[in-house]
């Protein structure tokens, strides 16, 4: 099976400006989470979607936002880009079982510099 | 608020010497502990979870939820097994599944 595809893979984007990213998870997998990877906070949790809804957030503001369309592709969007949205952001796709926690697998990562 | 502290950015040991990452946790559930690895260039790929009990690639982890840790141990580190290694709680949450990551440890093995 072809792994958790991202697009673009690098980006450069100014201050104030938009961007969106793309995840194409395994196929089959149906929940498709977001990841924010730095330097300095490490791994944390963006969201997750399941069957086109958003299922979890983590603590992160409401320039974030993403979506996920009904053959499991998932975007996310950050508007109003800050020098601190620097960051590889990466895709995971697993299995959504009716209860408890399947494998993530992750995608490459799309690494966005905002200047 | 569920918390997982990986104590050592780098650790450097010599090919052949026993390895030992170390990964406590803090949750107030039933935990499901994961370790990821990150080789150079390669993306985050999953090395090992408690619940299957499995030795992947050499690397055993067991859960004491007394001391609230979950350490990665490996009897002989090799070349290969130099990378980032990242401990992570697993929780249903939501109705939906979040991974909270540790900061990770560079593991570096030399000759």
């Known amino acids: 099976k072809a792994g958790v595809t991202q697009t673009p893979r690098y980006l450069i984007k100014t201050r104030g400006q938009q961007v969106t990213l793309s995840c194409s998870p395994i196929?089959?997998?149906?929940?498709v989470s977001w990841y924010q990877q730095t330097p300095g906070q490490g791994l944390q949790f963006l969201f997750e979607y399941f069957s086109e809804t958003q299922r979890n957030k983590g603590n992160f503001p409401g320039r974030f936002s993403g979506r996920q369309f009904s053959n499991s592709r998932s975007e996310m969007n950050v508007s109003t880009l800050e020098l601190g949205d620097s960051a590889l952001y990466l895709c995971a796709s697993s299995l959504a079982p009716p209860a408890g926690l399947e494998t993530q697998y992750f995608g490459p990562g799309t690494r966005l510099l905002v200047l | 608020a569920q918390r997982v502290t990986q104590p050592e950015k780098l650790l450097s040991v010599f090919k052949g010497a026993p390895v030992e990452l170390k990964c406590n946790y803090s949750?107030?559930?039933?935990?499901?502990l994961f370790w990821y690895v990150q080789y150079s260039r390669q993306r985050l790929q999953l090395l090992l979870r408690?619940?299957s009990r499995e030795s992947i690639k050499g690397f055993t982890a067991d859960l004491n939820k007394g001391e609230t840790s979950f350490h990665l141990k490996k009897p002989f580190a090799q070349e290969e097994d130099s990378a980032m290694y990242y401990c992570a709680l697993g929780e249903v949450t939501g109705g939906g599944n979040k991974l909270t990551f540790g900061t990770g440890t560079q593991l570096k093995v030399e000759l």
């Open positions: 949750y107030s559930g039933s935990p499901e």
């Open positions: 408690h619940i």
């Open positions: 196929s089959g997998h149906r929940s």
